[in-house]
């Protein structure tokens, strides 16, 4: 199983299982990791789980696609060249140990 740590806006540090095919937001969701709201549940329908992706892994999660792109514009506060919608990144065997912080306010 790949890892993910995520990175709250107050620092704190969580590393997680996910399985294969889960989102980056269903892995957090599913373990109570505070800060990805998740309103829509996963429909790239709201950007309340915004995260910047580390630079390391950004190549490989790639970027968003036009419906995010759109999400991200439209609603996601603090928007970087690294942010990307959780919701949006299917966890893969080669994106073990993805790190994301989670962005300090969700809308």
């Known amino acids: 199983m790949p890892e993910i740590t995520y990175i709250s806006p107050d620092g704190t540090t969580t590393t997680l299982d996910a399985r294969v095919g889960d989102s980056v937001m269903e892995t957090a969701v599913k373990n109570g990791v505070t800060g ?19 630079g390391a892994f950004m190549d490989a999660v790639g970027e968003a696609g036009d419906l995010e792109d759109d999400m991200l514009d439209g609603t996601a506060s603090e928007r970087t060249p690294h942010s990307r919608l959780s919701c949006q ?3 893969r065997d080669d994106l073990n140990g993805l790190t994301v912080r989670i962005a300090p306010k969700q809308v």
């Open 36 to 54: 990805i709201v998740a309103e829509c549940g996963g429909a790239c329908a709201c950007a309340t789980c915004h995260v910047y992706v580390d």
């Open 89 to 91: 990144i299917k966890m």
